[in-house]
């Protein structure tokens, strides 16, 4: 009767068998010519059938041992006798080992599968194999469960669990955060998109695995169509599929820069090629790198314009989360725009940058260079005109990426240090030209990164930064330059509005306001000042005046001004008292912060919220820190190694409640050291740098109305 049944389709059997009754087999038959699928998935999907009953047909049809797996727990060490690549791709799972007899169990879908046994004796290194069959579902999940339960540090190697986390290997970043016994998706959705119905049930179930949200696709256009209701961060897109996949890309790249596209031939592709990639990617960038500084040091320069554009154009790619593949192109471009000016003879290339990009072009396309890296070059400087708001090409990406660097690249000298007025002039300058020359979401994150690396600068200087005022931008010279020597960090502006913009953002330690006109001109700045929120009687203001007006301004001590100093007299006074003020300021600081190990406490006016922040995210404490504002209200914030992880004020939460504290100029804090263990629950997920930000431009708003009026 065995040989009999085994002539038989799966169906016949489970019918013969008694399992299932021919009406399921039609309905199961029906569905799978819909949906595609094996049978036997879809009478245990529809609970026609439990596994033990299907296994049993599967024996009977295969001629051959089953195996029951819902309930197995595979040892680690037989787990690794199986490279993980290998029993994701031939979709396989060791789950037995007799060292007696160095047999080695394995469940397959199909034992007989000749190419599959052979494939397993080479890579178990010469143990005698013995196939199972297993249903496909129950395989499957066992194979996620055993190969994916926990993260790895490594590509190819199992963690001491034996376990290999399949999403974390195809995605951009880890998909979940392990709190408890509970997992929570930390990506949102991905986009499979396949025309290989087995394929992407196996793709879609590792990830649905690791608590991903999937949709599916089987062509490029109906693809468009999703990316249009829904955001996704990662998109699959097998290389077969139908469709315009180019407009896909295009139209995903416009949507969201940062989404994560990755072509793929096969399941075994997608998990093994990422970190060959990656490392590929970034050792190409690095000899880059390497090339451009042998052009400096022939210059005898520490760096030179090209060098700092592909630096910066590889940073830019990264902050905008753009895949392995369009960085490289992009930063190539990059690094090279300007290569002609060292190809030709210098007094035959034009200065004009945009002369040097075409003759840059012109002998690319002589050397049958990319042709993409040279598109990405002609896009360069273009009018955008408001054409890109559907699509957006690769091309023209990398063109604004390298256009936005370039024209930075030539306001800030190589190896300057960018400080804050003349950042604020170059923002403003990308605001003027946003959605003319410049993609809004490349402008956006390239001010991110040059915010970020502008508040580390002023986190290196303690206590030394210095903000002056005035009309004179000699007399201004003359002292910033004094200080300067003595270790001071400065920043001038002789614009109202731009002196209190940066006032709002940089917190100084002290101010000057240089005082040039007569005395009652003087207090109606000081006036002004006060008015728009500059806080002259909270911080250490300092007024330098001529010998003439000085001493019809002693009564602005009554306002809490810090000292008067004459101009024409020497300045060393001036930094005497500052060089006093700036160290009372770091005693009082650090006493606060130690406080004989018990926690720290102290006032709103002498450390607020973001002085407090950009203290502790340096030193990576982890603590419990409580703002109080004058009319007793808490913010109650935690955080995690510097790091903002729970805040609660007045019942907002995470961010928002943060930005309550940010105004506050009264009141008191206190630190206390937690451990780890007894954090809350997160319910922030932002850096403190990006809330800063956000609380600082907030702060704007709800201080200054129209200015318009003041000179």
């Given at each position: 009767m065995s040989d009999q049944q085994s002539n038989l389709r799966l169906d016949e059997i489970l019918v013969f068998e008694g399992l299932v009754s021919e009406e399921q087999v039609r309905e199961a038959l029906a569905y799978q010519r819909e949906h595609g699928g094996k049978i036997g998935s879809h009478l245990m999907r529809a609970g026609h059938i439990t596994e033990s009953g299907l296994v049993k047909a599967l024996s009977t049809k295969f001629d051959c041992d089953g195996v029951v797996l819902a309930d197995m727990v595979v040892p680690t060490e037989v787990l690794r006798m199986v490279p993980a690549d290998v029993a994701l791709a031939r979709r396989v799972l060791p789950f037995d080992y007799n060292a007696e007899h160095n047999l080695l169990k394995i469940a397959c879908e199909d034992p007989k599968d000749e190419r599959l046994m052979n494939e397993l004796k080479f890579v178990t290194q010469g143990k005698t194999i013995k196939l199972f069959v297993g249903a496909e579902l129950s395989l499957k999940s066992a194979i996620a469960r055993h190969y994916m339960a926990q993260p790895r540090e490594n590509s190819t190697q199992l963690t001491e669990s034996g376990s290999l986390p399949i999403a974390d290997t195809i995605l951009a970043e880890p998909p979940s955060t392990t709190l408890g016994d509970q997992r929570r998706p930390a990506r949102g959705q991905v986009l499979l998109v396949t025309d290989d119905d087995n394929e992407g049930e196996r793709i879609q179930a590792l990830l649905e695995q690791q608590a991903y949200r999937v949709a599916r696709s089987d062509s490029a256009d109906d693809a468009i169509d999703l990316i249009?209701?829904?955001?996704?961060?990662?998109?699959?897109?097998?290389?077969?599929?139908?469709?315009?996949?180019?407009?896909?890309?295009?139209?995903?790249?416009?949507?969201?820069?940062?989404?994560?596209?990755?072509?793929?031939?096969?399941?075994?592709?997608?998990?093994?090629?990422?970190?060959?990639?990656?490392?590929?990617?970034?050792?190409?960038?690095?000899?880059?790198?390497?090339?451009?500084?042998?052009?400096?040091?022939?210059?005898?320069?520490?760096?030179?314009?090209?060098?700092?554009?592909?630096?910066?154009?590889?940073?830019?790619?990264?902050?905008?989360?753009?895949?392995?593949?369009?960085?490289?192109?992009i930063t190539t471009a990059g690094y090279i725009h300007d290569l002609a000016k060292y190809y030709y003879n210098p007094n035959d290339v034009p200065s004009d940058p945009r002369q040097q990009i075409e003759l840059t072009i012109k002998l690319l396309d002589s050397?049958?260079?990319?042709?993409?890296?040279?598109?990405?070059?002609?896009?360069?400087?273009?009018?955008?005109?408001?054409?890109?708001?559907?699509?957006?090409?690769?091309?023209?990406?990398?063109?604004?990426?390298?256009?936005?660097?370039?024209?930075?690249?030539?306001?800030?000298?190589?190896?300057?240090?960018?400080?804050?007025?003349?950042?604020?002039?170059?923002?403003?300058?990308?605001?003027?030209?946003?959605?003319?020359?410049?993609?809004?979401?490349?402008?956006?994150?390239?001010?991110?990164?040059?915010?970020?690396?502008?508040?580390?600068?002023?986190?290196?200087?303690?206590?030394?930064?210095?903000?002056?005022?005035?009309?004179?931008?000699?007399?201004?010279?003359?002292?910033?330059?004094?200080?300067?020597?003595?270790g001071f960090r400065t920043v001038s502006e002789t614009k109202y509005r731009e002196f209190v913009d940066m006032f709002s953002r940089s917190r100084p330690n002290m101010m000057i306001l240089m005082a040039s006109k007569s005395p009652s001109q003087v207090i109606s700045m000081i006036d002004d000042l006060t008015n728009m929120g500059v806080e002259v009687d909270e911080l250490p203001t300092f007024i330098v005046a001529p010998a003439n007006v000085a001493p019809s301004l002693t009564s602005l001590f009554e306002r809490g001004i810090e000292d008067l100093i004459v101009l024409d007299e020497s300045l060393d006074l001036l930094v005497v008292k500052m060089k006093k003020i700036r160290d009372r300021l770091e005693h009082e600081a650090n006493r606060s912060r130690t406080n004989g190990g018990r926690g720290s406490q102290g006032l709103l006016k002498d450390m607020n919220l973001i002085d407090l922040l950009q203290a502790m995210g340096p030193s990576r404490k982890t603590a419990k820190l409580v703002i109080s504002s004058a009319d007793g209200t808490d913010?109650?914030?935690?955080?995690?190694?510097?790091?903002?992880?729970?805040?609660?004020?007045?019942?907002?939460?995470?961010?928002?409640?943060?930005?309550?504290?940010?105004p506050w100029t009264e009141g008191s804090w206190m630190i206390e050291p937690v451990s780890v263990d007894s954090l809350p629950e997160p319910n922030n997920s932002l850096s403190n740098e990006s809330i800063l930000m956000e609380g600082c431009r907030l702060l704007d708003e709800s201080r200054f109305g129209d200015t318009s009026e003041i000179p």
């Open positions: 249009g209701a829904e955001e996704f961060s990662t998109v699959f897109i097998k290389d077969t599929v139908p469709g315009d996949y180019i407009d896909l890309i295009d139209r995903l790249r416009k949507i969201s820069p940062k989404t994560n596209v990755r072509y793929f031939e096969s399941a075994a592709k997608l998990l093994i090629d990422r970190d060959a990639s990656g490392t590929e990617s970034d050792l190409l960038v690095k000899n880059l790198d390497l090339y451009t500084s042998l052009f400096a040091s022939r210059q005898k320069e520490d760096s030179n314009h090209s060098h700092v554009v592909g630096k910066h154009v590889e940073r830019l790619c990264r902050q905008l989360g753009l895949p392995n593949k369009e960085r490289l192109l050397l049958n260079y990319s042709p993409v890296v040279i598109e990405i070059l002609r896009s360069m400087y273009i009018n955008l005109r408001s054409k890109y708001t559907k699509r957006l090409p690769i091309e023209v990406l990398g063109g604004n990426i390298v256009t936005i660097v370039d024209i930075f690249s030539d306001n800030v000298k190589v190896n300057e240090k960018l400080s804050l007025d003349k950042f604020e002039a170059i923002r403003r300058k990308f605001d003027e030209l946003t959605g003319k020359l410049f993609l809004a979401e490349v402008v956006n994150a390239f001010v991110d990164m040059i915010q970020r690396d502008v508040l580390k600068t002023q986190k290196e200087v303690k206590f030394g930064q210095v903000m002056i005022f005035g009309e004179d931008k000699t007399d201004i010279g003359r002292v910033e330059r004094q200080l300067q020597v003595e913010l109650v914030m935690y955080l995690e190694h510097g790091q903002i992880r729970h805040a609660d004020c007045n019942g907002k939460t995470g961010a928002e409640a943060v930005y309550e504290g940010i």
